[in-house]
């Protein structure tokens, strides 16, 4: 048969009406070179296809750009520079992190190069130079490594980060407590311990990690104390009872950044949550940093300040010392009653409520709304007297502020919406939920960018593909799988984690890598991308993918369906809603997030039934109960009150119980409340469950609701794990979709299927946007019914695809609907549409206007299976094995003639080869190959990056997910050389080199192992 493995159809094209490679849904010139298609008066708007054809660095992906403190060279910091612009990236993030050093216990000098010291601050303002004329944005952290810390504290000031630790003794009832205050449990790292308070409370139960105690009981023991010694007598009743008298003392927790240490004197974290820690951070800068050539440039580069995830690590309870003061503002009660059950060790909790007689649950509840309130007053204060104030002195230096604000229980959405960036990892979120909890909070501000830090795996460095396509373990969780699925959760910046500088003190070949080796000699995370590793020949070509599919996930303001309240906001939980993520988002459903702070927000509004109409447009409101702690159904009081304001305002409404819990009859407040309280809050849920416009459900009957509801997606499609972000861009509506993975454990398989999408113009037409290569083409089968437009979509596990709903514009008349047939597509032709077939025969295809056309192939040659290869092996190994210290490479060349194509690791003399291989083979087409002749490129597995050739021409760059190549028209009657270069990891050399810390990994697959074919088509024009 002259029919091809239907796996390996037509992957690059993606859409059975969409562009081909080289661009064959537009027209062709003599050359075989593509004529644009998307060019003024074809009704896509031309500045947005300019900016897609060359997207710049205005939108490209950057790096997290590792230093070893500041030991750096500010020539190799521009060459540096120079070697990111070149290869098509736009962001550096200057960051020291060291933890590779401190693992080989190589140390730095910091006096002469600690952060913040003189090289550290030259090697910054070469690269703010260098980056100025590459249109590089370089990003700086404010301190070294992280948590933001300075060296102008130690442990003992205010500033510095605090903890409340206490000391416990127990006294029977009737019984008397005569002696110095019980001491703070666990290690101090502060000479200084400050009495903050003495409290007594009855004990009425305990396990080995708890106590319980009656919430009723507290007595203050301040009055009954002299100096450090209490005495007091505890109750004679109820007899036999048990007293907890509990000293509760604040000091420095010690805490010094990440893998430190990075300066002299040694830094230690900040407060983040008093204005005395944040203005320790400034003041260094004003102090140390800041001069006029560097302030100067700073204002001229326009980055960012950032800082990496909040990660207080205290052994107690995070405290500040204005703690009980800000707390009785903020939450309008006294916490020193209820301070047992906020205190922790090595964070866990290790009181909780239990009055004699009271159900379990009412308890937990109450136990749970204390540490409710606290885990808030934090978020606030980190909010006002850390977030703020950074931002408003970025902002006195012409930046920005991006910063990772997650890692405690705070509110991670409302974060989002005040920074100028909010950044992600790829590392530490468990599924495409946590991404969405941060957008949220970008969308409702209406800010521009969700970043990411991204691509970073454990135990991955120097072995990490950007998306083989083969069978291993590991061929889909690399890159780009993990890139294309977060960007359908929101994502729309990409920081790459990392790029190395390239050298620090008795490092070894090939350099410097700041998580390689990690602890005890495991290899580390983190790839250290760049010139020294193989796959950098083809990342010009996954930059501009990259560069193309953030600028699209950058333009215009994204668009949902279903936006849900959610109670608590930390980010990183995995904790989403069931039915959206499980069932919904399979059929085309989108979603995000909104806590109680940003739906109470004055700009937050209603009209013609969408939440934020100007923003992210939501259709309906679902509130469930919370997930994150006890399933409670519970609200915000504010919240409720505007939820009924909404509701009347005509903004659909679904209320989710769960395990028999009503809104109407059980729902509480958050935060510790009374009956009043309790009873308004009961009273609300009341009347948002009588409006007509909503629906209470149990979970799995969301979908039921929102039918009831008269809501309906943007997006549908049969049951697959295809998602999309939606953009409205004036009257282009831009779709991003992908075959994504909700979380890393996931399989995905091929999809293949129709797909109905949403236009703004009900005139529109779709547009194939190929990130790979850029061209912009018209979709030439399609179907139109109302707002919705048909396509058809097939995605590789883990691929993507932009399509556009924009206006037809001219000669874009001619269109048929979409054809689900092996073998056959449409695609378009300059104004007409085409087929495209790899069988021959006669094909009928039903017209835009319902007619019937027939396109007649009389011949499609049969497909082509390659016998010999010619492979030319770039080996990259130390220029000098003697000398490890040398960190130079050297490429040696090796050939080899193959009768088979196997990987580098089975052919003899290349089993440990790291590098570039060139495979070239000839196929004879014969005399009687037209114009009307192309051809796809099957070329089985293929491992890591690749690109083709054909006689000599580059094909657009490829995707290494996708083993499908459509060759276009490159090629000629008769004979035609076809090249497939493909770069491997560096694991395979390092296993050899560095045994110590490589040898124990198995041998990566490298290289082309096929089956490969040639597997020609033919296109005809459907008849008009």
């Known amino acids: 048969m002259n029919e091809p493995n239907p796996v390996r159809l037509n992957r690059r094209a993606l859409f059975g009406a969409a562009a081909a490679t080289l661009g064959a849904a537009a027209v062709v010139g003599a050359t075989g070179a593509p004529v644009p298609a998307a060019t003024a008066g074809t009704g896509f708007p031309g500045d947005l296809a300019k900016r897609f054809r060359k997207p710049g660095t205005g939108s490209a992906a950057g790096f997290r750009w590792w230093w070893p403190h500041g030991l750096v060279d500010p020539e190799q910091v521009a060459r540096e520079v120079d070697q990111v612009a070149d290869a098509g990236f736009g962001v550096l993030e200057v960051a020291v992190v060291t933890h590779s050093l401190r693992a080989r216990g190589i140390e730095i000098d910091v006096a002469q190069h600690g952060w913040g010291g003189p090289t550290w601050v030259a090697g910054v303002k070469a690269a703010l130079a260098r980056a100025a004329e590459r249109g590089v944005r370089v990003d700086i952290t404010v301190g070294p490594s992280w948590p933001a810390a300075v060296p102008t504290i130690t442990p003992e000031d205010d500033a510095a980060c605090n903890e409340l630790a206490f000391g416990q003794a127990d006294v029977p009832a009737g019984g008397t407590y005569d002696a110095e205050l019980p001491a703070p449990t666990g290690e101090a790292h502060s000479d200084r311990a400050e009495l903050v308070t003495v409290q007594a409370h009855r004990v009425t139960a305990r396990t080995s990690s708890t106590t319980t105690i009656d919430p009723g009981s507290y007595v203050d023991l301040a009055g009954s104390v002299s100096g450090t010694r209490l005495t007091w007598t505890a109750p004679a009743e109820p007899a036999g009872a048990t007293w907890v008298v509990l000293a509760t003392w604040r000091r420095g927790s010690g805490q010094e950044p990440e893998a430190g240490p990075h300066t002299a004197p040694r830094s230690y974290v900040v407060d983040h949550f008093s204005e005395a820690g944040t203005q320790a951070v400034i003041d260094l800068w004003e102090d140390r940093v800041l001069d006029s050539e560097m302030r100067a440039r700073l204002r001229a580069a326009g980055g960012y300040l950032f800082e990496d995830s909040l990660e207080i690590e205290t052994e107690a309870t995070i405290w500040t010392p204005r703690m009980l003061e800000e707390f009785e503002e903020r939450a309008g009660y006294d916490l020193r009653p209820w301070l047992p059950v906020v205190l922790e060790v090595d964070e866990a909790y290790r009181f909780a409520l239990g009055a004699p007689g009271a159900p379990a649950t009412t308890d937990a509840l109450r136990t749970n709304q204390v540490r409710d309130d606290f885990n808030q007053v934090l978020s606030d204060l980190y909010r006002d007297h850390h977030l703020r104030p950074m931002q408003e002195f970025a902002r006195t230096l012409g930046m920005g502020l991006r910063i990772q604000a997650y890692g405690l229980e705070t509110d991670s959405t409302e974060h989002a919406a005040i920074l100028d960036i909010a950044e992600t990892e790829s590392l530490g979120f468990k599924n495409l939920d946590d991404y969405r909890v941060m957008a949220g909070g970008r969308d409702i501000a209406g800010k521009k960018i969700l970043s990411c830090e991204a691509i970073c795996y454990n135990g991955a460095a120097y072995n990490t593909t ?559």
């Not at 290349?910 to 192309?934: K, Q």
Request: glycine residues 8%; negative net charge.
């Open 466 to 1024: 950007w998306g083989a396509n083969g069978t291993s373990p590991t061929a889909q969780n690399q890159a780009l799988f993990t890139l294309n699925s977060i960007f359908a959760a929101g994502v729309n910046q990409a920081i790459i984690h990392g790029f190395p500088y390239a050298e620090a003190p008795d490092v070894t070949w090939p350099g410097f890598a700041a998580f390689s080796p990690y602890y005890n000699g495991a290899v580390g995370f983190g790839e250290a991308w760049g010139p020294r590793t193989p796959q950098w020949e083809h990342v010009p070509g996954i930059a501009g993918y990259l560069a193309r599919t953030q600028l699209v996930l950058q333009t215009g303001v994204p668009k949902y369906d279903i936006v849900f309240l959610r109670q608590k906001s930390g980010a990183s939980t995995g904790i989403g809603p069931f039915w959206v993520t499980n069932d919904g988002t399979k059929l085309g459903w989108s979603h995000s997030f909104i806590t109680s702070a940003l739906l109470t927000r004055d700009d937050v509004t209603v009209r013609g039934g969408r939440l934020a109409p100007d923003g992210p447009a939501y259709k309906v409101l679902v509130i469930g109960p919370d997930k994150i702690r006890s399933r409670e159904v519970t609200i915000d009081l504010d919240a409720a009150r505007k939820a009924l304001e909404l509701g009347r305002a005509g903004l659909p409404i679904i209320l989710v119980s769960d395990a028999g819990k009503d809104w109407t009859r059980d729902a509480t407040p958050i935060g510790r409340t009374d009956e009043a309280a309790v009873a308004e809050v009961r009273r609300l849920m009341t009347e948002i469950a009588a409006l007509p416009t909503t629906r209470s459900v149990a979970e799995a009957q969301v979908g039921t609701a929102l039918a009831a509801l008269g809501v309906a997606r943007d997006v549908e499609h049969a049951d697959s794990t295809v998602m999309h972000v939606r953009r409205v861009h004036g009257d282009v509506d831009l779709y991003y979709l992908a075959n994504a993975r909700h979380a890393e454990n996931r399989r995905l398989s091929r999809v293949t299927q129709d797909v109905w999408l949403t236009a703004t113009d009900r005139s529109a037409v779709p547009w194939l946007l190929d990130a790979w290569s850029g061209t912009v083409t018209r979709v030439a089968a399609f179907e139109r019914a109302g707002d919705r437009v048909r396509v058809r979509v097939d995605l590789v596990p883990g691929q993507s695809t932009v399509v556009a709903l924009a206006p037809p514009g001219a000669g874009v008349a001619r269109t048929v609907l979409p054809l689900a047939a092996a073998g056959k597509e449409v695609v378009a032709r300059g104004a007409n549409a085409a087929l495209r077939t790899t069988v021959a025969g006669t094909t009928e295809l039903t017209r835009a206007d319902g007619s019937t056309a027939r396109v007649r192939v009389d011949r499609v040659r049969e497909p082509v299976v390659p016998t010999a290869w010619t492979l030319e092996l770039e080996d990259w190994r130390p220029a000098d094995p003697a000398d490890p210290k040398n960190l130079a490479t050297e490429k040696d060349v090796a050939e080899r003639e193959l009768a088979t194509l196997q990987p580098w690791s089975k052919v003899a003399g290349l089993e440990d080869v790291s590098g570039v291989g060139r495979y070239r083979t000839t196929v004879d087409l014969g005399d009687d190959w037209t114009a009307d002749d192309g051809a796809y490129l099957e070329l089985g597995e293929v491992n890591d990056t690749f690109r083709v050739r054909v006689n000599g021409e580059p094909v657009a760059a490829c995707d290494p997910l996708d083993a499908t190549v459509d060759l276009g028209h490159l090629l000629v009657p008769g004979r035609n050389e076809l090249e497939v270069e493909v770069a491997s990891t560096l694991l395979n050399r390092l296993r050899v080199v560095t045994p110590a810390v490589y040898g124990a990994a198995a041998r990566q697959t490298y290289g082309l192992t096929g089956p490969v074919r040639l597997v020609p088509y033919v296109e005809k024009v459907v008849p008009g």
